[in-house]
C-alpha cells in the first residue's frame, strides 16, 4: 500500500494538464520517475504478448501524464495494434464504476467511423 505522500504525489501527477509536464520533469522527480518505469515494464510485458499473438489489437486509457509516457515509449510494434487511445484518470474509480467506464469508451470508439 502506498503512502499518503506517495498517493498525494502520484495523484498529482496523474492530474496534471499533459502540457505541463513531460517525461522529463517526471524523470526528476522519484514518483514520476517511478511511473515512467511502470509504463516502460507494462509496454514490455505487452510488446512481449503481442509479439506471442495474444492479442492484435490494443486499447490504451490512460491518466494525461501517463498516456504522455506510453506514446513515447510504445514500439512501433504496439503502435500498429493501437486501435483507440482516451486520455481520462480513472484512477479514483471503484472497481465496477471503471469497469463500466472502460466499456463505455470502448464501446464508443468501436462505433466511431474510421478515417479512411
Known sequence: ?????????????????????????AAVDPIGRDMVNFAQKILEFLDMHHRAGDFDQLAIIAAPPMLDVVRQDLSANLKRAVVMEHSVNLTALPEPELFENVGNLIREARNRPRPE
Not at 500500500?1 to 520533469?25: E, I, P, V, Y
Request: proline fraction near 0%; charge should be negative; avoid cysteine.
Open 1 to 25: 500500500m502506498a503512502s499518503a505522500a506517495a498517493s498525494h504525489h502520484l495523484r498529482r501527477f496523474l492530474d496534471t494538464d499533459s502540457t505541463t509536464l513531460g517525461t522529463s520533469d
